[in-house]
């Protein structure tokens, strides 16, 4: 089949200004996943090496330019999910790791855990040979100002990416420093399994962005995966998701993407804005910030 992908930089309102480097951004991870897909990659691999691209980006909450928390330092979260085993890998709260998807995948992979957080997780990355990183090294200017600020109200610019490889295989991948000014040890949604993300084979791949005390407590990205497996369209899941979100809370604030079994993209907001970026049927880099043009 042909293999697709879609990415997102965050669910919330923002300047407008801030528009074409979101967009650059997104169309910049979309294409770095979409030469994995062409080349014969792995969804795996093609979800790792585009949210890779926007953790490295400042201009997104997650890896470097991230928010920082309560006592100044930048605190990650991170996702991986593979849906042909429907295994997973996690971290939360992570301080001294530059790209903690990447940490999400080997624990993933090479233990025999699920979820490792704080402490814990930096010895696992450690173990795996990740290069111990000053946290400083994460901060960006703007972040800072945002930080002596003590501001809780910055865009949310958590990113994540879903695919489809040749094989029909999906998986999802999500990244985050999650809210700005967060308590210490504040995880939200990202990191969890059916709420940041879920991806099962022969159904799709979905990730999560916006409020996570919202969308933990739905688990959207389960709920999502689960209108699709009923056989609803994308654009049908979202719609339902959606209003499955505003049924339960006043300001539900959260959006989705998704990829189903078929390729077929889509994605969904109750926010202001959603900024995504996909590939599109003749193979070029497309974006939005609005979510609603996704084909
Ligand atoms: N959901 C993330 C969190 O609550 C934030 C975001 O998506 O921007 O940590």
Redesign the pocket.
Known sequence: MNPKIIVHG???DWDDALDPVKKDGVETAVSLGYDVLKAGGSALDAVETAVNSLEDNPVF?AGTGGYLNQAGIVQL?ALIVDGATNNFGAVGGVTTVKNPISLARRVMIDSDFCFFVGKGAELQAEQFGFPVIDNQILVTPEMLEFFNAQRTDGP???VGAVAIDQDGNVAAATS?S??PYKPVGRV???PLFGS?GYAENGIGAVG??????H?MRLLLSKFTSDQLAKGLSTAEAGQAAMAFADQRFEESMCGVIMVDANGQLGAAHTTPKLAVGWIDADGVARSSMSGQDVS
């Open positions: 965050g669910a919330w909450d979260d949310s610019d958590t985050t999650g809210t939200g949604d990202s940041g999560a962005t916006g409020h996570g005390e969308i």
